[in-house]
């Protein structure tokens, strides 16, 4: 168990480029989910994958996130057209249904993005 | 819905005395309740959840939370402060079984010697 991994850890970028995060689970979690934290604040969710399957994406924040996960293995959250209002550290958590109810999260160390 | 507020964003308490840290939520229905701790450069760890098998939830580290229905609280103690514990602790509700959480805004610990 190596943990959730998370790359890179900080990305700084111009306004209007696209930032692709990736994100590997630990290797037996088959749900995986990403939040945003920004300063001040807690983390706020995002959307949320079961193997290959994105059950939830309302809380992503406009047209220009999406998110991926193909292989039901690592996933990858993209930001087209970046604002400086999407500065912000990036998330990424994973779970295992296992016995079902109140799953803990493992999270990664995140990607803080800086948009410039 | 479901909120979360988290009283005192910065706490500062001494080596060795208790450590209280407040959480308020909201919630249409039965919660489920979590406290979360961050240590610089790591990623945000479970210290303890409230499943309503018991209403005081031990953790880890020797933090404990107890879930007050007519208070709407679920407050985090440590009966004594260690430097390790300097961090910032969030606190989490969620309406469902798995892992959408409403995170607080977080209390950073500061111990001082």
């Known amino acids: 168990d190596t943990g959730v991994s998370q790359d890179p850890r900080h990305k700084i970028t111009k306004r209007g480029q696209n930032v692709t995060f990736r994100c590997d689970p630990i290797?037996?979690?088959?749900?995986l989910y990403w939040y945003r934290q920004t300063l001040g604040q807690g983390p706020e969710f995002l959307t949320y994958?079961?193997?290959?399957?994105?059950?939830?994406k309302s809380r992503l924040l406009s047209d220009r996130f999406s998110a991926e996960r193909p292989k039901g293995s690592f996933s990858t959250l993209e930001i087209q057209r970046t604002e400086q209002g999407d500065s912000a550290m990036y998330l990424c958590?994973?779970?295992?249904?296992?016995?079902?109810?109140?799953?803990?999260?493992?999270f990664g160390s995140g990607t803080q993005l800086s948009v410039l | 819905a479901q909120s979360v507020t988290q009283l005192g964003s910065h706490v500062s308490v001494s080596e060795g005395a208790l450590v209280l840290l407040r959480c308020n939520y909201s919630?249409?229905?039965?919660?489920?309740l979590f406290w979360y701790v961050q240590y610089p450069n790591q990623g945000l760890q479970l210290l303890l959840k409230?499943?309503?098998?018991?209403?005081l939830v031990k953790g880890i580290n020797g933090f404990e939370a107890e879930f007050k229905k007519s208070e709407t609280s679920f407050h985090l103690t440590k009966p004594s402060a260690h430097m390790r514990d300097a961090a910032e602790y969030f606190c989490?509700?969620?309406?469902?079984?798995?892992?959408?959480?409403?995170f607080g805004a977080g209390t950073q610990v500061v111990v001082t010697p």
């Open positions: 409230y499943t309503s098998a018991a209403t």
């Open positions: 958590a994973s779970s295992s249904t296992g016995s079902g109810t109140n799953e803990k999260l493992f």
């Open positions: 919630s249409s229905v039965p919660p489920y």
């Open positions: 994958f079961q193997n290959e399957a994105q059950l939830e």
């Open positions: 290797s037996e979690h088959n749900r």
């Open positions: 989490a509700v969620s309406d469902n079984s798995w892992g959408k959480l409403q």
